[in-house]
C-alpha cells in the first residue's frame, strides 16, 4: 500500500470512538525488574487524554507475572504453573494499584476484570461479560482486563493478552484494536537477526506473506509477533482493523488516533461477522470423537 493509500486507510482512525488497548509485560517491565514507573505514567498519560476526549478504551494489559517476579525474589519466569500462579497473584495487585495510582489524578476511574478465555466461551458468561463492560463504559469508566492467571493454568502454557485483547474487541464491538510493544511494527524481516529489516507499514491482515515473517515469543512475555498478527485477524472478525506499535514512542496514543503513520496498520475489507457467528466461530473449542470400526 501506497503512503497516500496509507493515509487514507488510517484516517477512519480519527473517527473511532471505541479502543481497545493492549500493553505488553515487555513494554511495562524494567527488563523483568518490576514496572518501569517512567512508563506507567508515560503511558497512562495518554490514556488520560484520550478519555477525555470522550474515547471509549478498555485496556488490556500483561505485567502481573513480570511485577510478581521482584516481590518473590524470583530471577526468571518460571517453568512451573503454580510458581507462575503465584506471581500472577502477588504481581496483579501491584499492577492495578500502579495504574489506579497513576489514572486517579486524572480523574479517571478504573475498574478490574479478570477473564479467562473460558469466561467467554460459556454464553451466558459471555452475554454477562459484554453486558458489564458496556455498563462500565457507558458509566465513563475505564477497565482494565488481565487473564485470571492465578488459577487458570492454560493461559500461562499457552495463552496470550493479545489474543485476549482481540477477543475483548470482539467482545464490546471495538472499532480498533492498538497492540502496544517493545517493537516498532511488524518487520519484514527478524530485526534481531537482519538490521536492514523494514517496517510494514500496511497491509491486509489475511494477506498470507505475513504468516512467514512473523517472529516467535520473547522469555518474558508469551506474545511475538505471531501472536499479535493471529489476534490480528481475530480482532477482523467483527471488523476490527488492528495497529501494532512502540509504546515508548513518544505520545504514541494520540499519533495513532490521529491517524499518522506510526507502527503496523493491519486492515481487513472481508465483511464482519454478526456477534453470535463471531462467538461460534472464535470462542468454542471443538469437542467430540471419531470412531473407526473395523467396516469402516
Given at each position: 500500500?501506497?503512503?497516500?493509500?496509507?493515509?487514507?486507510?488510517?484516517?477512519?482512525?480519527?473517527?473511532?470512538?471505541?479502543?481497545?488497548?493492549?500493553?505488553?509485560?515487555?513494554?511495562?517491565?524494567?527488563?523483568?525488574?518490576?514496572?518501569?514507573?517512567?512508563?506507567?505514567?508515560?503511558?497512562?498519560?495518554?490514556?488520560?487524554?484520550?478519555?477525555?476526549?470522550?474515547?471509549?478504551?478498555?485496556?488490556?494489559?500483561?505485567?502481573?507475572?513480570?511485577?510478581?517476579?521482584?516481590?518473590?525474589?524470583?530471577?526468571?519466569?518460571?517453568?512451573?504453573?503454580?510458581?507462575?500462579?503465584?506471581?500472577?497473584?502477588?504481581?496483579?495487585?501491584?499492577?492495578?494499584?500502579?495504574?489506579?495510582?497513576?489514572?486517579?489524578?486524572?480523574?479517571?476511574v478504573t475498574a478490574q476484570i479478570l477473564l479467562s478465555h473460558a469466561d467467554v466461551r460459556a454464553r451466558d458468561r459471555y452475554l454477562n461479560a459484554r453486558s458489564t463492560?458496556?455498563?462500565?463504559?457507558?458509566?465513563?469508566?475505564?477497565?482494565?482486563?488481565?487473564?485470571?492467571?492465578?488459577?487458570?493454568?492454560?493461559?500461562?502454557?499457552?495463552?496470550?493478552?493479545?489474543?485476549?485483547?482481540?477477543?475483548?474487541?470482539?467482545?464490546?464491538?471495538?472499532?480498533?484494536?492498538?497492540?502496544?510493544?517493545?517493537?516498532?511494527?511488524?518487520?519484514?524481516?527478524?530485526?534481531?537477526?537482519?538490521?536492514?529489516?523494514?517496517?510494514?507499514?500496511?497491509?491486509?491482515?489475511?494477506?498470507?506473506?505475513?504468516?512467514?515473517?512473523?517472529?516467535?515469543?520473547?522469555?518474558?512475555?508469551?506474545?511475538?509477533?505471531?501472536?499479535?498478527?493471529?489476534?490480528?485477524?481475530?480482532?477482523?472478525?467483527?471488523?476490527?482493523?488492528?495497529?501494532?506499535?512502540?509504546?515508548?514512542?513518544?505520545?504514541?496514543?494520540?499519533?495513532?488516533?490521529?491517524?499518522?503513520?506510526?507502527?503496523?496498520?493491519?486492515?481487513?475489507?472481508?465483511?464482519?461477522?454478526?456477534?453470535?457467528?463471531?462467538?461460534?466461530?472464535?470462542?468454542?473449542?471443538?469437542?467430540?470423537?471419531?470412531?473407526?470400526?473395523?467396516?469402516?
Open positions: 500500500m501506497s503512503d497516500t493509500a496509507d493515509n487514507t486507510a488510517r484516517h477512519r482512525l480519527t473517527s473511532v470512538r471505541r479502543w481497545v488497548i493492549k500493553v505488553g509485560s515487555a513494554l511495562l517491565t524494567n527488563d523483568g525488574l518490576g514496572l518501569d514507573p517512567l512508563v506507567m505514567k508515560t503511558l497512562t498519560r495518554q490514556l488520560a487524554s484520550l478519555h477525555a476526549l470522550g474515547h471509549e478504551v478498555v485496556l488490556v494489559s500483561s505485567g502481573a507475572i513480570a511485577a510478581g517476579l521482584v516481590r518473590l525474589n524470583l530471577a526468571e519466569r518460571p517453568r512451573e504453573i503454580h510458581l507462575s500462579q503465584a506471581a500472577a497473584a502477588v504481581g496483579q495487585s501491584a499492577l492495578v494499584r500502579a495504574y489506579e495510582d497513576c489514572l486517579g489524578p486524572h480523574g479517571v463492560l458496556n455498563t462500565l463504559l457507558g458509566m465513563g469508566v475505564l477497565p482494565i482486563i488481565n487473564e485470571n492467571d492465578t488459577v487458570v493454568t492454560d493461559e500461562i502454557r499457552l495463552g496470550d493478552n493479545d489474543t485476549l485483547a482481540a477477543l475483548v474487541a470482539n467482545l464490546v464491538d471495538a472499532e480498533a484494536l492498538l497492540i502496544l510493544t517493545d517493537q516498532d511494527g511488524l518487520m519484514d524481516r527478524d530485526p534481531r537477526q537482519d538490521k536492514d529489516a523494514k517496517l510494514i507499514a500496511s497491509a491486509d491482515v489475511h494477506d498470507p506473506d505475513l504468516d512467514a515473517i512473523a517472529g516467535e515469543g520473547s522469555a518474558l512475555g508469551r506474545g511475538g509477533m505471531a501472536t499479535k498478527l493471529s489476534a490480528a485477524r481475530l480482532a477482523a472478525r467483527s471488523g476490527t482493523s488492528t495497529i501494532i506499535a512502540n509504546g515508548r514512542l513518544p505520545d504514541v496514543i494520540p499519533k495513532v488516533v490521529e491517524g499518522q503513520l506510526v507502527g503496523t496498520f493491519l486492515h481487513t475489507n472481508r465483511q464482519p461477522l454478526s456477534a453470535r457467528k463471531q462467538w461460534l466461530a472464535s470462542l468454542l473449542h471443538a469437542q467430540g470423537q471419531l470412531v473407526l470400526d473395523e467396516g469402516a
